[in-house]
């Protein structure tokens, strides 16, 4: 069974009346449960937990990890930042959604600002399924509409990914790269757009659909592959005499 944790900073269901009535046990919960529904074996984290959550023993534990964040990114430890990346770098899945574009984990994996255009005005939304043979595309038509989203735009500062999954359309004429594939390391990476905490988009069963997915998708394999570095002895004989030149 596929090990999920799902983290969220876990601040605009505690401090906005509007928030807490779409996610009254906050935005973890709602995915968390989500997940469990279909098959996952699931746990959250959040900012306020020590070391957020997110100790070695908790990713030692986990296949996947999703991230969702938006105003207390600077509040992450830097710590747990780096530890976070090397359990990635090491296999493990991470799903970065929405606003976690600018986090600093997704920022650290990337290497470039993430930075990217938006408007919040209540806009419908039209996700196009790009690449409808991967994995994370399996069972949800040619597109997704969602008929309110806060609009990001163009251009998306990250690198091309490896696979483009999603394309947006927006109302108000923008596109934008909303569901992306990445490789670092041994793990797999996913930035999916959608989930601005204003909207109820986390309880869309299309939007759980990819959000399981990518779980799916991003999960290390039962056996991965050992890889060693540093200084390595020839193979062949580099001499005449056995030795190396």
């Known amino acids: 069974m596929t ?7 876990y601040v605009h269901e505690q401090e906005n009346d ?6 009254p046990d906050g935005i973890h919960e709602t995915i968390a449960t989500a997940l469990d529904d ?3 074996e699931t746990r959250t984290a959040t900012l306020d937990d020590p070391e957020h959550g997110l100790t070695e023993a908790v990713l030692d534990d986990t296949d996947v990890l999703t991230w969702w964040g938006h105003t207390a990114h600077d509040a992450v430890d830097d710590a747990v930042v ?6 990635v770098l090491d296999g493990m899945g991470l799903l970065v959604l929405h ?3 600018y986090s600093k984990i997704f920022r650290e994996l990337m290497g470039t600002t ?11 939304e039209r996700l196009w399924v790009v690449e409808p043979g991967h994995p ?12 309110e989203a806060e609009m990001y735009g163009e251009r998306f500062d990250v690198p091309a990914p490896d696979t483009l999954v999603f394309n947006s359309w927006f109302e108000g004429g923008e596109v934008f790269r909303s569901g992306c594939c990445y490789r670092r390391g041994a793990g797999r990476i996913f930035y999916f757009r959608p989930g601005h905490e204003t909207y109820p988009i986390y309880h869309d069963e299309t939007v759980q659909q990819v959000l399981a997915n990518a779980c799916e998708w991003a999960a290390p394999g039962a056996d991965p592959p050992e890889t060693t570095f540093g ?3 020839p193979l062949e004989s580099l001499g005449g005499d056995g030795t190396e030149r």
């Open 3 to 9: 090990r999920v944790t799902v983290w969220n900073e």
């Open 18 to 23: 509007a928030v807490a009535e779409i996610y």
């Open 231 to 233: 200084n390595a002895a």
């Open 99 to 101: 606003s976690g574009h």
């Open 114 to 124: 993430c930075d990217l255009k938006w408007r919040e005005a209540g806009e419908k």
């Open 82 to 87: 780096a530890r976070v990346k090397e359990r």
């Open 38 to 40: 279909r098959g996952f």
């Open 136 to 147: 994370i595309a399996d069972g949800i038509g040619e597109y997704i509409e969602l008929p």
